[in-house]
Nanobody, 118 residues
Framework: QVQLVESGGGLVQAAGSLRLSCAAS????????MGWHRQAPGKEREFVAA????????NYADSVKGRFTISRDNAKNTVVLQMNSLSTEDTAVYYC???????????WGQGTQVTVSS
């Protein structure tokens, strides 16, 4: 069983930046694909970014490419989502997920709220 705890959300003005962190415990972190998804009010949860267990491969939703960066530190069991040039469209609850097989997430964190004001 893997436990995931997100942190770093908050309120930021448009064009600003936020850094989300996800701390993992209880599993072999270095063998898990890690990802971030988000869910805005009234919308379905959507993929944001993912990173392979080695960190050598990343994938981003088109809406965040060039603005968000996902990274991981296997020594610290953490994954980070650096978000720059935020817009009001990025307002959502952001969830950290862990997958044994890429794309099939087995565990989720409780989510952290990101609110971007205009």
């Amino acid at each position: 069983q893997v436990q995931l705890v997100e942190s770093g959300g908050g309120l930021v003005q448009a064009a600003g930046s936020l850094r989300l962190s996800c701390a993992a415990s209880g599993g072999t972190f270095s063998r898990l694909t890690m990802g971030w998804h988000r869910q805005a009010p009234g919308k379905e949860r959507e993929f944001v970014a993912a990173i392979s267990w080695t960190g050598g491969s990343t994938n981003y939703a088109d809406s965040v490419k060039g603005r968000f960066t996902i990274s991981r530190d296997n020594a610290k069991n953490t994954v980070v989502l650096q978000m720059n040039s935020l817009s009001t469209e990025d307002t959502a609850v952001y969830y950290c997920g862990a997958a044994v097989f890429p794309g099939a997430y087995n565990w989720w964190g409780q989510g952290t709220q990101v609110t971007v004001s205009s």
